[in-house]
């Protein structure tokens, strides 16, 4: 049993009315922490793919293969099957990816020049969302969240993909990696080296 | 109603010990009932687990059951980061071993008297005399391919494969180790280097944890002996609680309860504790079982990895293109700075992912593509495993506000260092310095200790001492006190060394097979 109030009761007070202000005003869409809001649309398309798989080839600053974007593909087909919740996240992402590209006159992201592109990761990437303030923003505002889950569950995510794929592998010289079967006396061999 | 069975053997864990000892049992005649937490995996679908790690993260058995496998924790504030049991310990048929890397190591014979050798930590009852011909038995159990070497311990039998030669990678260490007048010498593993019974030869998949060939083994392969023998009873899914004791020191029955809430009781001549060094010690003490001296749960060790690393500009390296990396030393293990610190084994890695820096660094785009040109193979680190000094407050307990879906109170870990620990430590740092500066390393960078810094080894809990007041299990591994009641594991591990324990925990098994029933 405590019988002294906190020394520190006021403080705390303000920071509870500040976040329910923030939190109100979030709520209201009043302020957002990125530069527009993010439109919706049925997740887990084709556009979504390619869209994504664009994103994926700007973010790690490679060109993929067709059989880099086949392999991939089916990766994010796979992801979307196991975890709906990334699936939604990844189609917000995409989503917003394609209306960016529309202040370029583009149809969608895949079709910007490779500057444009890449302004759009910039902006995407410089989100300033790791913060206890923008966690709590996500709790009340869906623009808010939709953000947040784009910058921190579903670039991750891609990311996370990409790093285990054939793709990454194939791009360092790799003609084997992690999951295909092989055979160990390779250890003895220098292999090919990087492109 | 049909009488219940009665059966020779009753083995609480199917994972390396339960496994072996059942196998052994049953090739003797003797009927098991082997008692598991957790359920059966088939290996067809270790591909699809490795896809799904690939593709989604997270743990790479992302099996726990929460309710089941909750504990708590009070390890933070002494060792400064977060011990993550969930992903150390593997419930299934086939335990840890289905996790494990594989790699695989003797205990130096000094591990088994340093209190006497050094002052430091706890003299086991038996000699590595003792428990060599055990060790040659359990390599050849496991097919296990390995390189005779003087810097090893002494062997009465050759490796049953022959061992994986350094890769490529490996080689650069050779010149810097002739320099410094270090031995080194490829590592043993089981892993099969050739096809070895029943099992395929490696096939370099590089996913040793999952090993979707089966080249890599786990104790589920005896499992399945012994359920070919008609005399195994697999009780998977099924929780063991407690253990019915009598006054005189005879076990009567083990209760049980399966997932679903199924109560019952299972009976047998003998009965083997082997949940691993916190569920063994759990069920001791929920049993109220050989702690008469309050040892059961005391001496919680692992092996802590200190890691470092540096850049080499000139060289390129090709990690995981053959799986793995085999190279290690013993030379800083022994000698008399010992009696300042634990043993230090050190292997050498060349795995870094500079894809992986992408948040830290915050490098994207073209920036990315030019990092990974630039950064990847051209990474070689250390890797020090080093040993944790047995101490008593070092210890799982028994939590006395949360319960399990049963409603036993769930384990509590206490993980606790010592200053000798944090000297060897120390010690090891200084090593990986002195290494990578040898090597001509740029950028050298000690990593902090992290909640992935722990080798997963589980040591201690159930000490075997001939001394009932400072052990919970004679040097047969039977408890104290009790007449048909053992412990098997690395939970009796008076000390751990500095090595992977699971050739140990499989010789012990082998040998406590051999004690209970011997031709």
């Known amino acids: 049993m405590r019988d002294v109030p906190p020394e520190n009761l006021s403080r705390r007070r303000i920071i509870l009315l500040g976040s329910w202000a923030a939190a109100a005003c979030g709520a209201a869409g009043w302020f957002s922490s990125g530069p527009a809001s993010v439109p919706k649309r049925a997740g887990g398309t084709d556009a979504d793919t390619g869209t994504l798989l664009a994103f994926i080839a700007e973010l790690f600053g490679r060109n993929l293969s067709l059989q880099d974007r086949t392999e991939l593909a089916d990766r994010l087909a796979y992801m979307g099957q196991y975890r709906a919740s990334l699936r939604r996240d990844c189609s917000v992402l995409a989503a917003y990816l394609d209306r960016q590209s529309g202040q370029y006159g583009a149809g969608d992201f895949a079709a910007c020049s490779a500057p444009q592109k890449a302004s759009i990761v910039d902006e995407i990437m410089q989100l300033p969302l790791k913060s206890r303030m923008a966690f709590f923003l996500s709790r009340f505002s869906r623009t808010e969240r939709d953000f947040y889950r784009m910058r921190w569950s579903a670039v991750p995510q891609l990311a996370w993909v990409y790093r285990h794929s054939p793709a990454a592998w ?26 | 109603m049909s009488t219940p069975r009665r059966y020779d053997l009753v083995i609480v864990g199917a994972g390396l010990v339960g496994g072996l000892i059942a196998a052994e049992a049953t090739r003797r005649g003797r009927t098991v009932a082997l008692i598991e937490a957790g359920r059966r995996y088939n290996i067809a679908d270790r591909s699809e687990q490795l896809l799904r790690h690939q593709v989604l993260g997270g743990l790479k058995w992302p099996y726990l059951h929460e309710d089941r496998d909750r504990y708590t924790d009070s390890s933070e504030p002494s060792i400064g980061v977060p011990y993550k049991l969930e992903s150390h310990r593997l419930k299934g048929v086939g335990g840890s071993t289905l996790h494990w890397g594989g790699r695989i190591s003797r205990l130096k014979p000094s591990d088994f008297a340093t209190e006497t050798a050094y002052g430091t930590g706890k003299d086991w009852p038996i000699s590595y005399e003792d428990i060599e011909p055990y060790y040659s038995r359990a390599e050849w159990e496991l097919g296990v391919s390995g390189s005779e070497h003087p810097a090893l311990p002494s062997r009465s039998k050759g490796y049953p494969n022959p061992g994986f030669p350094l890769s490529v990678d490996d080689q650069m260490w050779l010149p810097v180790a002739e320099r410094l007048g270090i031995a080194v010498y490829p590592s043993a593993f089981a892993i099969n280097s050739r096809a070895y019974a029943g099992r395929p030869e490696c096939q370099a998949i590089a996913a040793c944890e999952l090993c979707p060939s089966g080249a890599r083994y786990s104790a589920d392969v005896h499992v399945q002996l012994a359920e070919r023998s008609g005399l195994c009873d697999l009780v998977s899914d099924t929780v063991a609680r407690r253990i019915d004791l009598s006054a005189s020191g005879e076990v009567r029955a083990i209760h049980v309860s399966s997932l679903e809430g199924e109560e019952r009781e299972i009976q047998g001549t003998n009965y083997i504790v082997a949940a691993h060094a916190v569920e063994s010690a759990r069920l001791l003490l929920l049993s109220e079982c050989g702690n008469h001296s309050d040892q059961v749960g005391r001496n919680f060790m692992e092996h802590i990895y200190v890691e470092g690393g540096g850049h080499f500009p000139a060289k390129r390296f090709y990690p995981q293109r053959g799986g793995y990396e085999v190279l290690e030393s013993l030379s800083y293990y022994d000698g008399a700075g010992r009696r300042e610190r634990g043993g230090i084994k050190i292997e050498f890695t060349f795995e870094q992912d500079p894809l992986a820096d992408m948040e830290r660094e915050r490098i994207w785009g073209r ?66 310095e002195e290494l990578l500066g040898a090597a001509g390393a740029k950028d050298v960078v000690q990593d902090p200790l992290t909640s992935n810094s722990f080798g997963a080894h589980h040591l201690g809990t159930c000490r075997m001492s001939a001394d009932p007041d400072r052990g919970v299990v004679d040097s047969n591994c039977r408890v104290h006190g009790t007449s048909n009641l053992f412990v098997a594991g690395g939970s009796v591990f008076p000390s751990g060394g500095a090595m992977q324990p699971s050739l140990t925990i499989a010789a012990l098994a082998l040998r406590l097979a051999d004690h209970l029933y011997a031709a």
Do not use: C, K
């Open chain 1, 170 to 195: 194939r791009a360092r010289g790799y003609q084997r990696w992690p999951g295909v079967r092989g055979n160990w006396r390779d250890i003895l061999a220098p292999g090919a080296p990087y492109p």
């Open chain 2, 367 to 432: 920036a990315m593509a030019r990092h990974d040109r630039e950064n990847f193979g051209r990474w070689a680190g250390i890797a020090a495993e080093t040993e944790h000094l047995p101490n008593p407050d070092s210890r799982v307990t028994l939590d006395p506000e949360i319960q399990d879906l049963f409603g036993d109170p769930v384990p509590h870990l206490h993980l606790a260092f010592s200053a000798l620990d944090r000297q060897t430590q120390r010690r090891a740092r200084e090593i990986i």
